[in-house]
């Protein structure tokens, strides 16, 4: 069989001699994923291949990638959730680097099990507390995180685009700009927000200025009007402090906060506010969730607000309330 293009790349043949993660890196750039998922995938692919002594991908196929995955389930007890993304990353490096015919669907690995532990919530005051414990860009994001039941991820990679404030709406999206659902913004912190985004604003218009204001956009939508870029409505509403190089343009652009430092802004924040619990920010969404559910909200509501692909992962919710005690049936003497 005739070697195509992308495999004397990563082969190493003569002129066209590139490391494998290297030219990994560099088609994930092309297609305009974010830096997170590029070190996301770079990663997997790095264990994946430690994992077979150092085989190249090129000599593996899926007896390999069954066994690195079964192993991930076995011996490092990961979630499916985790074992899927490392799937993810193996079939991108098949089908879109080495530009192999691979099928995730015959892919027949140990399946990673479901934790059962329930997920930490607090109470509304106690989240009160915590936030009222943060300042600037950091509570706004706890807000949304509770307000909204946002993931860590949704909430700072948030685009301008994405507030609604004539319907009170969080729209979140995928990679490819499509809404994926929709959510509450909170009215009390509209005018918050507003004004958190007249000074990213004037931040915006300096960095354009400066030839530094270009975002990541969408493959797709930069293949239509590259200008897009610049546009205010795809700015990130929580922009990074300091400037970028993009490695696939080396144009200088500015990405969204990263996501460790409200990580570490909510566990501060959980200390001084007196919280001897392990707070993180799916905390702030999983009590979201419980708090609707006390109020009465039904279960396939919040499913569509939390965007579960399953109502089996919402029902986590129930089981929390009844371990807990809350909402138990009474006899109507009880009344």
């Known amino acids: 069989m005739q070697e195509n293009e ?15 993660l290297e030219y990994v890196r560099e088609v994930m750039q092309f297609k305009h994923y974010s830096k997170r998922t590029v070190d996301v995938y770079v990663g997997w692919i790095q264990k994946y291949i430690l994992f077979h002594n150092k085989r190249h991908p090129l000599e593996m196929g899926t ?23 490392a799937l993810n990353a193996l079939a991108f490096l098949h089908r879109q680097v080495l530009k192999q015919d691979f099928d995730s669907k015959e892919i027949h690995a140990a399946e990673a099990l479901k934790k059962r532990k329930l997920p930490l919530v607090l109470n509304k005051k106690a989240i009160k507390h915590i936030i009222v414990c943060m300042s600037g860009k950091n509570q706004l994001m ?61 931040k ?46 080396g144009n200088n652009q500015r990405l969204h906060v990263h996501e460790s430092s409200l990580q570490k802004a909510i566990r501060k924040a959980s200390q001084k506010a007196g919280v001897q619990k392990m707070v993180s920010p799916q905390t702030f969404r999983h009590s979201f969730a419980i708090h609707l559910l006390m109020e009465g909200t039904d279960l396939r509501t919040i499913k569509e607000l939390l965007g579960h692909k399953d109502l089996s992962t919402t029902l986590v919710y129930a089981h929390i309330l009844k371990e807990q005690g809350v909402g138990s049936p009474q006899s109507p003497l009880d009344f």
């Open 6 to 20: 992308s495999q004397k790349k990563v082969m190493g043949h003569g002129k066209t001699k590139k490391k494998l």
């Open 63 to 85: 007896k390999e990638v069954e066994q690195f995955l079964s192993s991930l389930a076995k011996e490092e007890n990961v979630s499916p959730s985790t074992q899927k993304q």
């Open 142 to 202: 706890a807000k949304l995180l509770y307000g909204g039941g946002l993931r860590l991820m949704e909430c700072v990679t948030l685009r301008v685009r994405d507030l609604d404030f004539a319907q009170k709406k969080i729209h979140v999206r995928d990679e490819n700009g499509e809404v994926l659902r929709s959510t509450f913004l909170p009215e009390p912190m509209s005018q918050q927000l507003m004004e958190h985004l007249e000074k990213i604003r004037v």
């Open 204 to 249: 915006h218009t300096k960095d354009l200025e400066n030839k530094s204001g270009t975002v990541p956009i969408p493959e797709a939508i930069f293949k239509q009007n590259p200008e897009k870029e610049k546009d205010w409505d795809w700015k990130f509403v929580f922009p990074a402090e300091k400037i970028s190089v993009d490695p696939s343009t």
